[in-house]
C-alpha cells in the first residue's frame, strides 16, 4: 500500500467519526475546512447531505424571508423592494429569492412607461439633428424611420445620389404623405 492511500485510509476513519448530521458550515469552522471540501468529504464518506442542504441560511436572506409577506411583488420591481425595504443585496440576488418564494418576475417598468416618440407629427423637412433632439431619439432612429418612410412611400432607397433641393422636396412630399 503507497502512502497516499495509508493516508487517505486515516483520513476517512477520521471523517468517519465526525458528526454528520452537522450543518456544512459548522463542520467547516471545526474542521479549518471550506464548506465546498466538506460536501466532498461527506460523498466520499457516504454521509447524508446537509441537513439544510440547498436552503439559505444566511442572516439577509432570513431578513428578508421574515418581509416578504409584506413586499408588493407584482407592481414593484426589484431596485424598488431594494430601496423601499433598505435592503443590502443586489438586484439579481433579489430575483432569486423571487424565483424561490414562487413570486412573479420583476416588472420592468421602463418598457411600460416609457414614451415612444411620436413620429405622426415630424416635420421631415428639418435636420436630423432638430428632429432627434425633439423626439428624444437617437440621429440613428432618425435616419432609420426616415429611410423606412421613404421606401415605403417612395420606393426611394438612397438619398446620397440626389442634390439639397431633390432631398428637400422629397421631404416635403414624405410630409404630405404622412400628414394626410
Request: glycine share 2%; with cysteine; proline share 3%.
Amino acid at each position: 500500500m503507497s502512502s497516499q492511500e495509508e493516508i487517505r485510509n486515516l483520513n476517512l476513519e477520521k471523517w468517519k467519526k465526525w458528526d454528520w448530521e452537522k450543518q456544512d458550515i459548522a463542520l467547516a469552522r471545526e474542521h479549518g475546512l471550506s464548506r465546498e471540501r466538506i460536501r466532498q468529504i461527506r460523498k466520499i464518506v457516504g454521509a447524508p447531505q446537509s441537513p439544510t442542504f440547498h436552503q439559505w441560511t444566511d442572516p439577509l436572506h432570513k431578513r428578508i424571508a421574515e418581509k416578504v409577506s409584506n413586499y408588493d411583488w407584482m407592481t414593484k420591481n426589484n431596485i424598488e423592494i431594494i430601496k423601499k425595504y433598505n435592503l443590502d443585496c443586489s438586484s439579481g440576488y433579489l430575483s432569486s429569492l423571487r424565483k424561490q418564494f414562487g413570486k412573479p418576475r420583476s416588472v420592468r417598468k421602463f418598457y411600460f412607461e416609457r414614451q415612444l416618440p411620436k413620429w405622426e407629427n415630424v416635420d421631415w423637412c428639418q435636420s436630423v439633428d432638430r428632429i432627434a433632439q425633439a423626439l428624444k431619439v437617437s440621429k440613428i432612429a432618425v435616419l432609420k424611420k426616415r429611410q423606412k418612410l421613404l421606401t415605403t412611400y417612395f420606393k426611394q432607397k438612397d438619398l446620397r445620389s440626389l442634390d439639397e433641393t431633390s432631398k428637400l422636396e422629397l421631404f416635403q412630399q414624405l410630409n404630405e404623405k404622412v400628414h394626410k
